[in-house]
């Protein structure tokens, strides 16, 4: 045995009080670095490595060491490196360097150093040399503190996380997961330590759950702001997040599929995710109801949804047979899962009669129909969802349009109408506008149901939006005449269209909608006898004297026919 290592083994005794002193030195050369004017580029170099290191050192000082040799050596060789440090920290200071070529060189030397240092201790935990005391994780910095306190924080997670025992690690994490979503800046230091990302994506294959989960959680909370979403694609994110959907715990899973939810939103990395298998793996989540929570499953559909833009696959996900499984999952009890599926049904049918046709095929119009029915316990959003799949899948063939008329949809769309909340309402008005412009016969059923009395009744509402797409549903149905005598029945109907083109009604906008639906009235002589009598002629008159052409035609009617005499005196010119 040498002398020399004998002597360290001598010193091995005195481990704590080395490494104690070690610490202190590098605190005070981070402090020191801060005062350099000259070199700022290299000095912040390697005042992030002596943070590193010095991460590094303070979380082995909370383990075992058991007078470790490999220990003592790194000790004593990171104090030279330091003492190298501070000589020339002092000539930079001082502008006593005798060039600035040659003091390029030393400060380079040095970052290599300090790396080598630290790789060193990694490999000397790695190797299990250590054992874990009463490890402390830094306290963590308030929302006030200072980028430099943030960065020394995140450099310490950073250390413990590379040579921390399983405790540790998952400590660490969490502590990571914790103080990102407090404060924003934390994200944009982590992302800026060098190896921090890369660090995290490597804990995705870890092979204890809890490890994983939290590095599942950490990526996941990551991509969820934007600018760092392509950190991650460029840390090679997507293959591990796939293969803990394949195979890692559920709430792992959940977390990928979470993560990969919001990688996706950007379709350049859609093909990414199907290179290395993802859209088979969700596929078979989907596929897998019975055994897969619900969260996971409405995850995976919202990761398919952002995938199936890219029309190749969108074809391989046709070709797989699974058109019928997300009809199946639109009959789900869950609500989660039933949204999810149909918004993913919908991004597949948009566009495209043949898979429209296929929904239609499975089921689709079933499945659909029955989360409308006022008996089912649904929410209300899962309702708005299932108005515009409908929109979207049904009304583009006149058979679809007849499946829906079979299944009790209009008595859904009129009770909605009625008795739905305003934004279930205006989407029943929507499909009963949809509905309506399908076919002749449609108009026929709606009018034979009860819907022209509803409709009346929207014309009054403050929005504008509604009062037009009420005006333009009713407008459609009473061009078949059936439906033009039963209105004019209803003495309610015909006032009320009149009032609404009383120049002091608040709500009277849509006056050419208006004046259409009592132009089409004015065929029916009770139609005339009631607009002759009401008492709102006058209105009409005047937006025919200002030259409104449906006026003027609904007046030249009116005095063209056996009730002419009422309007003697009035002289009218083309």
């Not at 960065?151 to 950073?158: E, K, P, W």
């Not at 994490?173 to 979503?181: K, T």
């Not at 199907?274 to 969260?295: F, P, Q």
């Not at 299944?407 to 309506?436: N, P, T």
Request: aromatic letters at 6%.
């Amino acid at each position: 045995m040498g002398e020399e290592e004998s002597n360290l083994i001598c010193q091995s005794s005195a481990e704590k009080p080395r490494l104690k002193q070690a610490i202190v030195l590098i605190s005070s050369l981070i402090s020191l670095s801060h005062s350099i004017k000259v070199f700022t580029a290299k000095w912040q170099s390697v005042r992030n490595k002596l943070e590193e290191l010095f991460s590094n050192l303070t979380a082995i000082e909370n383990c075992e060491s058991n007078e470790n040799l490999s220990l003592s050596i790194a000790v004593e060789s990171i104090l030279g490196t330091l003492k190298n440090c501070d000589e020339l920290a002092k000539q930079c200071l001082e502008l006593s360097y005798s060039g600035k070529l040659l003091m390029q060189s030393d400060l380079d030397m040095l970052s290599a150093k300090l790396d080598t240092h630290t790789k060193s201790l990694s490999d000397i935990y790695a190797a299990g040399l250590l054992t874990q005391s009463n490890a402390i994780v830094v306290s963590r910095p308030s929302v006030s503190a200072s980028k430099d306190d943030i960065r020394f924080y995140m450099n310490d997670l950073q250390s413990r996380l590379k040579i921390g025992s399983s405790d540790m690690k998952k400590q660490a994490l969490d502590a990571f997961n914790e103080v990102i979503q407090q404060d924003e800046r934390c994200v944009k230091i982590a992302v800026e330590i060098d190896g921090f990302i890369y660090l995290l994506v490597n804990f995705l294959d870890f092979q204890e759950s809890e490890i994983q989960e939290e590095a599942a959680k950490a990526v996941s909370l990551i991509a969820g702001f934007h600018t760092y979403k392509s950190v991650l694609i460029g840390a090679g994110i997507i293959a591990p997040l796939i293969r803990v959907l394949e195979s890692g715990s559920d709430l792992s899973r959940e977390f990928a599929a979470r993560c990969l939810m919001k990688v996706t939103e950007n379709s350049d990395n859609a093909w990414s995710v199907s290179a290395h298998g993802g859209v088979t793996a969700l596929l078979k989540i989907c596929g897998s109801s019975s055994h897969c929570g619900s969260e996971l499953i409405a995850l995976a559909c919202g990761v398919l949804k952002n995938l199936v833009g890219v029309e190749e696959i969108k074809r391989f996900v046709v070709e797989e047979g699974a058109i019928s499984e997300f009809v199946e999952l639109a009959r789900s009890k869950d609500e989660a899962i039933q949204i999810c599926s149909l918004d993913l049904l919908q991004t597949m049918a948009y566009r495209d009669e043949s898979i429209r046709k296929m929904i239609i095929e499975e089921g689709g119009i079933h499945a659909l129909v029955r989360i409308l029915d006022p008996k089912s316990s649904v929410s209300t959003k899962t309702r708005e969802v299932a108005f515009r799949g409908i929109a979207n899948i049904c009304f583009s063939s006149e058979n679809s349009i007849s499946i829906l008329l079979n299944c009790a949809f209009m008595d859904h769309i009129l009770y909605f109408l009625r008795y739905g909340e305003v934004s279930v309402q205006e989407l029943a008005l929507k499909a009963a506008f949809w509905l309506c412009g399908t076919s002749e016969e449609a108009k026929k059923v709606m009018g034979d149901a009860g819907f022209m009395p509803v409709l009346v009744k929207f014309l009054d509402s403050k929005s504008f939006e509604i009062r037009e797409m009420a005006a333009e549903t009713l407008s459609s149905m009473l061009i078949v005449p059936k439906n033009r005598k039963k209105f004019v029945q209803n003495d309610q109907n015909v006032q009320v269209l009149l009032q609404m083109l009383d120049p002091g009604e608040v709500n009277s906008g849509n006056k050419k909608l208006l004046l259409s639906i009592l132009m089409s009235l004015t065929s029916s002589n009770s139609a005339r006898k009631k607009i002759l009598s009401s008492g709102y002629l006058k209105s009409i008159e005047k937006l025919a004297e200002a030259e409104v052409s449906d006026a003027k035609k609904i007046v030249r009617k009116l005095s063209s026919n056996r009730f002419g005499s009422m309007l003697s005196g009035l002289f009218w010119h083309s």
